[in-house]
């Protein structure tokens, strides 16, 4: 028995250091809702091909590039209509409340709604910052009074991670995907 209880504490104390020696660029924002069974769902729910012709009529109008607004809906919900944000942030393009608001953004889980209302504050946030991807990325993820107030892409890693894994992700999209 005593054999035993060292190999258990043990495993808790090495599981402990594993842990605590993870690099934080591990961590992750869990996405979630709540489904109409009244169970909490997590993860993709929706895939890219569900949204393709809303996505290119939002490109079309609002003159952004295909690629970037699908790398934003997976980099922010994946493909997933129905997320929500720990800080609040709903549907496919993650849109705040007061973004909603002020983009007069009625239903925020309505795909072509969000696609439209995120796609036209996407392509405001280009033109606000000479159309520079990583600057208007930098303010869709931090707010754009946050981006001028430190005159460029701000210290965040949050924001400077989620910058880098979009333009990934445009990258991947631009070919073709």
């Known amino acids: 028995m005593h054999t035993s209880y060292l190999k258990t504490l043990l495993l808790f104390t090495l599981t ?30 929706d895939n890219l091909k569900r949204y393709e012709r809303i996505i290119r009529q939002a490109a079309e109008r609002f003159k952004v590039e295909k690629a970037l607004i ?13 997320a929500v944000s720990i800080k609040g942030a709903q ?13 007069n953004l009625k239903e925020p889980f ?8 995120g796609t036209c504050y996407l ?16 303010a869709y993820h931090a707010g754009p009074e946050t981006v001028e107030a430190y005159h460029g892409m701000p210290p965040f890693t949050e924001t400077r991670n989620y910058v880098r894994n979009v333009l990934n992700y445009y990258d991947y999209y631009s070919r073709g995907y």
């Open 16 to 45: 402990g250091i594993i842990l605590f020696l993870m690099p934080s660029s591990l961590s992750a924002d869990i996405r979630g809702y709540l489904g109409e069974d009244g169970y909490w769902c997590f993860g993709s729910g």
């Open 70 to 82: 699908i790398a934003v809906i997976k980099a922010e919900s994946d493909f997933d209509c129905r």
């Open 91 to 103: 549907g496919l393009m993650q849109i705040m409340p007061d973004t909603a608001s002020y983009m």
């Open 110 to 117: 309505n795909p072509e709604e969000n696609i439209i209302a």
């Open 123 to 138: 392509r405001l946030l280009l033109e606000r910052f000479n159309y520079s991807k990583r600057l208007a990325l930098a």
